[in-house]
C-alpha cells in the first residue's frame, strides 16, 4: 500500500532550469527519508531575495521535515537544492550553515545555563560573503524585551522571549536565509503581532524567509507566495494576490 501511495504521488520531473537567477532558494523533485520511511515526495519550492515564503499543511503533511531536509538533517535526500546558486543535497548541515541559512526549530534550543546575552554572543559569524550579522545593539533595537532581559538566564525567559531569542541569535552570524518553524505557537498575541513585525522589517532589508505555519491568521499577511502540503507533497501553489480566490481550496485542505 505504501508503495501504491508512493508512485501515486509522485511529481513529474522538472523540465530544466527554471528558477529566477535572484532565487535564493530552488528546491526541485525532493525525496527525503527517516530510515525506510518515505516522507517527502518531489517537493519543489522556490524563494528570492526578499520574500516571505510560506509553507501551510496539517501536522504530518511534512513541512518541517522540508526545513530539515534544507538543512541536511532528515536521513537520506534525493533531488535538489540549491541555496544561492550552490547545490547542497550532500553537503552535511554545517556547510549548508556556512552558505548563509538559519534554522530555528520549533525547540528553538536555547541554552538554559547562559545568560540572554551569552546566548545571542555564542553563535560565531558565518564565513560568507556579504555575512555582516546584526550587532548587539541592533538586535536590542529590534527586540526591546531582549534587552531588559539580557541577563536573565535561559530559562528564566517566557516562552515568548525564547522565541525571540531563537530568532535574534540567527541574525547574530549572517544569516540571509532564514527558515522558521512554527515561531507564532503557544504565544500571547502580542507577542505574535510582534514576530510578524520582525518579519516585515526582515524582508524590508532582504532577508529571505521560508516559513512553516500552523497559524493562518499570523502567516497569510506577510508571505508573497504560498506551498500548500499534503502527504509530503506540494498540493497548491499560488502568489498572495490570488489568496482570496483560494480561500475554498485552503478550508478543504486545512480547515481555515
Not at 530552488?26 to 527525503?32: C, F, N, P, Q, W
Not at 515564503?53 to 531536509?69: A, I, M, P, W
Not at 522589517?201 to 497569510?220: D, H, I
Request: hydrophobic fraction near 40%.
Amino acid at each position: 500500500m505504501d508503495r501504491l501511495n508512493t508512485e501515486r504521488l509522485k511529481s513529474p520531473a522538472p523540465s530544466g532550469n527554471q528558477e529566477a537567477p535572484a532565487d535564493v532558494l530552488s528546491i526541485k523533485g525532493l525525496h527525503a527519508w527517516y530510515g525506510e520511511s518515505h516522507i517527502l515526495h518531489g517537493v519543489e519550492v522556490r524563494a528570492a531575495r526578499g520574500e516571505v515564503v510560506t509553507l501551510l499543511g496539517r501536522n504530518g503533511s511534512g513541512r518541517s521535515t522540508t526545513l530539515k531536509s534544507i538543512m541536511g538533517l532528515t536521513d537520506a535526500r534525493r533531488g535538489s537544492i540549491c541555496v544561492n546558486g550552490r547545490e547542497t543535497i550532500g553537503m552535511p548541515p554545517q556547510g549548508v550553515a556556512r552558505l548563509g541559512v538559519g534554522y530555528c526549530p520549533e525547540e528553538r534550543g536555547i541554552f538554559a545555563g547562559l545568560s540572554c546575552e551569552e546566548n545571542l554572543l555564542l553563535p560565531p559569524r558565518l564565513p560568507v560573503s556579504n555575512a555582516t550579522g546584526m550587532s548587539l545593539e541592533e538586535i536590542y533595537e529590534i527586540f526591546p524585551n531582549l534587552a531588559e532581559r539580557r541577563a536573565s538566564q535561559g530559562t528564566r525567559l517566557s516562552g515568548g522571549e525564547q522565541q525571540m531569542l531563537a530568532i535574534a541569535r540567527i541574525l547574530r552570524t549572517g544569516a540571509n536565509l532564514l527558515l522558521l518553524d512554527e515561531i507564532s505557537e503557544g504565544l500571547a498575541p502580542v507577542i505574535v503581532q510582534t514576530l510578524a513585525r520582525v518579519i516585515r522589517l526582515l524582508k524590508s532589508r532582504g532577508f529571505t524567509v521560508l516559513l512553516v505555519e500552523q497559524n493562518f491568521r499570523f502567516a497569510a499577511p506577510l508571505a508573497d507566495r504560498f506551498y500548500v502540503m499534503e502527504h509530503g507533497q506540494i498540493v497548491e501553489t499560488f502568489d498572495a494576490s490570488l489568496l482570496a480566490a483560494k480561500t475554498g481550496v485552503l478550508q478543504e485542505l486545512l480547515n481555515v
